[in-house]
């Protein structure tokens, strides 16, 4: 069973009306952009605040707390041009008109109204709008006055199509704000919030939404390192606020997650494996050679070089040469990063016209990890460094060799496009009717190219400045417009083309469905293995003989582990005995059970165990896996729909990003199942599959060192 991050809903109607009245605040221009809503919440005391589009909003009160005219007149004493409607949501045309698809509005104005107590160890707060969960950990402290400088928070939102999203959002101490708004933390309750007009505050005790220049903070998608780490990833996040929608608007609204069956895994078979992914780099390498050039020549720079040489040497039999650019050889240029240019007021080697070189820069300052010793394993580092050396000398040479091509793809030819937007001039493009009958003045770069059967690669570049110079152009440009402007409304992105017939041509979307496991299962598992959990020594002494009763082959075990445990405190943690029992052993495996089936104590989740796949669904994560959609969007198209995580096999306790499902539609059949191979490899994200077919990314390549 896959599970995904669209939801369904279930509401009762009437149960709302009885205990609620929701008004429909309208304003000329953007509400966000004055305090009318933030007087609704911190004056009237509404109990949630929802922007509907720029000049609507939803406002949700208590029953009979404020009559319609109270709250008309108090509104227009202040904004004379706004109004204020009570809505009947009972009448469904009026659902329709004010919550739109699902009544998705009506659900995330709920959602809004939560409030937990603050000794949960997490809050929620609404910042007129805008629902976030924040986490104690995810502030921090000036270290003299332990007041909060910067602190991150996820934006909980239903999505267009009744996705569940969770977006990191960070605010810092800022006395300039690009949007004019500003954010402090209540004195009296500690909450979030928006600053009022009224509100008495110093300037620089003020927030605005921004994160520390180029740094930025992340939460992993997944973590089941622990349950305290579960609960800081956003689907532990997730699963806690699907809880707290039971708890306190379980009478109101019901919500069930997308179930779907019938999803077919893509496996490399041996001679997959062998030809495709055997690719020998020190052999591709050798062929031009390695170059390094110290542009830094500083202490630390001097030892990054050292440590290049001697990986190289090492683990590809390589060794570089040192001294200046070379035009027939792959360039490794150590260089500082650009802010370092900047204060000293330096010609920055980032802006160098390398047209000809075949160069992968590496800044000193973000590789002082290349500092240590050397382990036993190449440096990922370095390894990432030399394979970009590589796509980049295949752009160059306009023939792959990272990847066996042939064995692939040796009866036709494959076209792959991408399409950026064009910087506009000053005074902006002029106004035009696109392929797809909008206007628009956006004009975009597209750049394609072409695979024979035997890996040559022919790249060509064109604009929409202009007319089409000929029939393969005009119909990239009405693909692209026609299928961007169907999918505008689902908040869909078209990500690129491939095709080996121009009149069957594949689109690539990108959805807003994320695949999930069962969080439900995996909350339920890691709090009641938590490894602080007390536990008593002579109970599991006394389990382990019954368990020798039952399973007499691991005799041995159980007097070992009992041997130990007499070792032990009385009372000691479930991690600690987590540790003792071996849990990569059968037999540790098979007493975690029969504790677990026969005592009640549970001692480890086994998440990652295939006995227990069906239960926590963790395969809905890892690995490329598809199925056949016939009736797409119901809108009877056929689609082929994939999504790609790490491997099985390479899962370790965490996942940083989520698998999104894409859509690959085609004007006749669609054929992208001969394209999976291209996305099973590790070259372009490395040590993972990539999303897309690897030939995108020497798309990119083209683009960024704009080859002719």
């Known amino acids: 069973m896959i599970l995904t991050n669209k939801f369904h809903v279930e509401y009762d109607f009437a149960l709302i009306d009885r205990d609620y009245d929701i008004f429909l605040v309208e304003k000329p221009g953007y509400l966000d952009k004055t305090n009318i809503l933030d007087l609704a919440t911190q004056r009237f ?13 939803l406002l949700l009160f208590d029953k009979n707390d404020i009559s319609e005219k109270q709250f008309r007149e108090a509104i227009e004493t202040d904004y004379t041009d706004a109004t204020v409607k009570k809505l009947d949501i009972l009448n469904e045309d009026i659902r329709k008109q004010s919550f739109y698809y699902q009544n998705r509005l009506l659900l995330q104005l709920l959602v809004n109204s939560i409030r937990v107590p603050r000794m949960e160890g997490f809050s929620y707060n609404n910042l007129t709008g805008k629902f976030f969960y924040g986490d104690p950990s995810w502030r921090s402290r000036d270290r003299k006055t332990k007041q909060p400088y910067s602190m991150y928070f996820l934006e909980i939102s239903f999505d267009p199509g009744m996705y569940l999203n969770l977006d990191v959002k960070t605010f810092r101490k800022n006395k300039y704000s690009k949007s004019g708004r500003f954010y402090l933390i209540d004195p009296n309750t500690g909450i979030f ?23 930025h903070n992340t939460v992993k998608y997944l973590d089941f390192g622990s349950f305290e780490d579960f609960r800081k990833c956003k689907l532990g996040v997730m699963e806690q606020f699907l809880q707290d929608v039971k708890k306190y608007l379980g009478q109101y609204v019901t919500l069930s997650a997308e179930e779907r069956e019938g999803d077919q895994c893509y496996k490399e078979s041996k001679k997959e494996k062998d030809n495709l992914s055997g690719v020998d780099y020190a052999v591709i390498l050798d062929k031009l050679g390695v170059n390094i050039v110290d542009v830094c020549r500083t202490e630390v720079s001097e030892r ?15 060794t570089p040469q040192l001294g200046e650019l070379q035009e027939s050889m792959y360039n490794i240029r150590v260089i500082h990063k650009q802010e370092y240019y900047e204060e000293q007021q330096l010609p920055d080697p980032h802006s160098d016209d390398l047209h000809g070189y075949i160069v992968q820069h590496m800044t000193q300052e973000e590789h002082t990890d290349l500092l240590g010793a050397p382990g036993e394993k190449e440096s990922p580092v370095i390894h990432k460094i030399l394979v970009e050396l590589i796509l980049k000398g295949d752009v160059r040479a306009g023939q792959i060799s990272i990847y066996n091509w042939e064995k ?9 496009v991408q399409r950026q937007r064009l910087k506009a ?21 597209y750049s394609t190219v072409n695979i024979s059967p035997d890996g040559r690669m022919n790249f060509r570049s064109f604009d929409d400045t202009e007319s089409a110079a000929d029939g393969f152009e005009e119909k990239i440009r009405y693909t692209f417009d026609t299928y961007e402007d169907k999918q505008r ?23 807003k469905e994320k695949t999930m496991p069962n969080t439900s299962a995996i909350w339920k598992g890691l709090k009641a293995t938590n490894v602080r959990d007390a536990i008593i020594r002579d109970v599991v002494i ?18 070992s582990l009992a041997a130990v445990l007499g070792e032990q405190q009385p009372t000691f943690t479930k991690g600690e005995l987590k540790k003792l029992m071996n849990m990569r052993t059968k037999a540790g495996k098979r007493f975690n059970r029969f504790l677990h089936n026969e005592y009640g104590i549970w001692v480890s989740p086994e998440i990652k165990d295939s006995d227990f796949s069906d239960e926590y669904l963790l395969e809905n994560v890892t690995d490329i896996k598809y199925f056949i959609d016939e009736d797409t969007d119901g809108e009877g198209i056929t689609s082929l729909n994939y999504y790609v995580g790490p491997t099985k096999e390479s899962l370790q306790l965490s996942i940083h990003n989520a698998s999104i499902v894409r859509q690959v539609q085609a004007e006749e059949d669609v054929e992208f199942e001969e394209l999976l191979p291209l ?28 080859c002719e």
């Not at 928006?194 to 740094?215: H, P």
Request: charge should be neutral; proline fraction near 3%.
């Open 542 to 559: 006394g389990a382990l003989g019954a368990y020798k009763e039952f399973n007499p082959a691991d005799d041995m075990y159980a007097d």
């Open 193 to 215: 919030r928006r600053k009022l007009k009224e509100d008495n505050v110093r300037q620089e005790d003020l927030f605005t939404e921004a994160s520390f220049g180029s740094s």
């Open 304 to 318: 990054i070089v050292s440590r290049l040489v001697g990986e190289l040497q090492r683990f590809y039999g390589i």
């Open 489 to 511: 409304r689902g908040q869909k992105d078209v990500e690129g083309l491939v095709f080996s017939d121009i009149e069957n041509i594949h689109v690539i979307i990108r959805t």
């Open 679 to 706: 996305m099973a490899v590790d070259f372009v994200r490395i040590g993972s599959y990539t999303v897309l077919p690897f030939p995108f990314k020497y798309l990119r390549e083209w683009a960024n060192i704009d």
């Open 408 to 416: 692939l793809c040796a009866n036709k030819d494959w076209t792959f």
């Open 45 to 57: 005391l509404a109990r949630a605040v929802q922007y509907s589009f720029g000049r609507k909003a």
């Open 425 to 445: 001039p000053e005074g902006g493009f002029e106004e035009i009717t696109n392929a797809a009958g909008k206007t628009t003045r956006n004009r975009f770069l």
